[in-house]
């Protein structure tokens, strides 16, 4: 019997898989799945039908890894292929430690209609016989560059890289179906559309069921000082800045002075939050009561006024992130050096978690510690990023971030340049907003890591220099996105 091929990509790299099958198995029907979770799935259908499967999936590294973390173990699959448009040797190194046979690196994407349109029309100007199109499959090429591994070095897979469940994301709309026959055309009917039948965005209701949940952004670090709750901040404010709802949250309960860098003069106490747990679940008021406006799309909560009563607030976040998730675009957390309940809850729950760190003495020993902390509460290192901060030019800089990021030793990485004389004059004084107005490298350092996540997360915010699009009606808790203050007597 004939292999079957999961393809698990994005429209534009399904010619290239094709290709890739077709180089291995020339016969092989090809299908394409919807994200990780269903590529699991599908995969675990297909073995309990007794069907020789091969996967291949094309994304970004991460993406990539993700997906082959995210297949079942004990479940035989021929070949698994990962396509990664860039990869160095220790993110391959965690690529065939998840599972891969063969990783292909430095893959260029396809030329688009437009372009090849374009060339066709260059061409039969100058006299010279059209190309097939790209699309085109019986006349698909070789791939383009690329640099191909097709075993793992033995020195690169010695330390177990740890095993996560990645969620669902949306690679492609529809499906290339070969016959399906007894458990696994069951299962596949429920995991994946039929084809021709892509959901698209303005075909779902916009609903409150319907409405994405807005992804969790934390910060860590081993040690207090490094610059993260100054990183939190600046982040919050390029996320609103581009039009999002960007919920913040200072989890630094004791002592945090996050609402006094972005200038918020009367801050709210967030202790009468757990008070309301206690009795119930959040009421609106509540919640509106214990929330301070920044700006335009930008809303904080935290600390509480006596530090002691930072302990109980771990139920409010238990209640408090779920319920942001579902009337915020973006939440992002700033985090205390000491994990409360409330700390670890937050990083347990997040989509991304940056581990920021600098060039002190046991600045990188203390990051170090808070990656394994955080693994062991169940964060994936797929979604940890190390953030290098308060890098600059002056001699030994660059021999301390590369130092912190080799013992860090993740795959996701992100420097932040100095902020100059002016940064902490400004954020004393609840400027921050200001620093970001103003171009030079901090703010173009903050900008990139911001829209970097933003991108890889889905977080689609309106154009700096465009409108924002007229939202769609659905219920929302009246947060203070647009007006002033946090509770209006």
């Known amino acids: 019997m004939e292999t ?34 269903s590529l699991a799935t599908v995969v675990l259908a297909f073995a309990q039908a007794e069907t020789e499967v091969g996967v291949a999936v094309a994304a970004s590294g991460v993406r990539v890894l993700e997906a082959l973390e995210a297949l ?23 690529l065939f430690q998840a599972g891969a046979t063969e990783v292909i690196a430095g893959a260029r994407a396809l030329p688009d209609d437009s372009e090849e349109e374009e060339r066709a029309e260059t061409e039969r100007v100058a006299g010279a016989p059209a190309r097939p199109r790209a699309c085109d499959e019986e006349a698909l090429g070789a791939p383009y560059g690329d640099m191909r591994m097709a075993s793992p070095p033995e020195e690169a897979v010695a330390e ?12 492609a709309d529809d499906l290339d179906e070969p016959e ?39 910060l860590i670090s081993g040690r207090g000082g490094c610059g993260k709750t100054t990183l939190a901040g600046a982040m919050a404010l390029r996320a609103s800045a581009r039009g999002l709802r960007c919920a913040l949250i200072d989890l630094d309960l004791m002592f945090g002075n996050l609402y006094a860098l972005l200038g918020v003069e009367e801050p709210r106490d967030a202790a009468p939050l757990a008070a309301a747990v206690s009795l119930g679940a959040l009421t609106e008021g509540e919640l509106v009561r214990a929330s301070m406006r920044v700006g335009p799309g930008l809303t904080l909560w935290g600390p509480v006024q006596a530090p002691e009563q930072a302990e109980l607030m771990g139920p409010v976040v238990d209640e408090l992130i779920p319920l942001l998730r579902r009337e915020a675009d973006l939440i992002i957390v700033d985090t205390s050096v000491s994990w409360t309940d409330a700390v670890a809850a937050a990083v347990a729950a997040c989509d991304r978690c940056l581990v920021v760190g600098d060039d002190r ?33 002056r001699e030994g800089a660059e021999d301390a971030a590369a130092r912190f990021e080799f013992t860090t030793a993740l795959g996701m990485k992100a420097r932040i340049d100095e902020g100059g004389s002016d940064l902490p004059g400004l954020a004393a004084v609840g400027r921050l907003d200001r620093v970001l107005a103003q171009p030079g490298a901090f703010q173009a ?20 220099d465009a409108p924002a699009a007229p939202a769609e009606p659905r219920v929302r808790i009246r947060l203070p996105w647009k007006r002033g203050g946090g509770w209006e007597p």
Request: with cysteine; charged share 20%; proline share 6%.
């Open 4 to 37: 079957i091929w999961l393809a698990c990509c994005a429209c534009e790299a399904y010619p290239q898989i094709q290709r890739e099958v077709a180089a291995r198995s020339p016969q092989a029907k090809i299908m394409r799945v919807d994200g990780a979770a």
């Open 160 to 171: 177990a890289v740890p095993r996560a469940l990645a969620g669902a994301g949306s690679f």
């Open 445 to 464: 350092s903050v900008c990139a890591l911001t829209d970097t996540l933003l991108g890889e997360l889905g977080c689609v915010g309106a154009a700096d």
């Open 180 to 218: 399906r026959t007894g458990v696994a055309e069951a299962v596949v009917a429920e995991v994946m559309p039929r084809r021709g039948r892509a959901t698209r965005c303005e075909d779902v209701p916009s609903t409150e069921e319907s409405a994405p949940a807005a992804p969790l952004v934390t």
């Open 72 to 94: 079942p173990r004990d479940t035989p699959v021929c070949q698994v292929i990962a396509l990664c448009p860039e990869t160095d040797a220790a993110l391959a190194a965690r």
């Open 361 to 393: 003495v046991g600045a990188t020993a203390a990051a170090e510690r808070a990656i394994d902390l955080a693994a062991r509460i169940g964060v994936s290192r797929t979604k940890m990023v190390s953030v290098f901060n308060r890098c600059s030019s």
